[in-house]
């Protein structure tokens, strides 16, 4: 399940790492369950420059 979260982010530009810590940051903040979309990787803000 990790590997395929990295891919993910990976394949949408995004650091996995920083992805993670965002996600879970957001979903201990309280962010609501019927706005889970909100948190796919496809949606940070910040573009990474990883080397694919």
């Known amino acids: ?3 395929s979260l990295v891919a ?4 949408s530009g ?3 790492v920083d992805d993670l810590a ?3 940051r957001v979903i201990l903040d309280g962010h609501l369950r019927s706005r889970i979309e ?3 990787p496809w949606h ?3 573009l ?3 080397a694919a």
């Open 1 to 3: 399940m990790l590997a």
């Open 8 to 11: 993910t982010c990976k394949l």
């Open 14 to 16: 995004v650091n996995p």
């Open 22 to 24: 965002d996600t879970l």
């Open 38 to 40: 909100d948190l796919m």
């Open 44 to 46: 940070h803000p910040q």
């Open 48 to 50: 990474s420059s990883l």
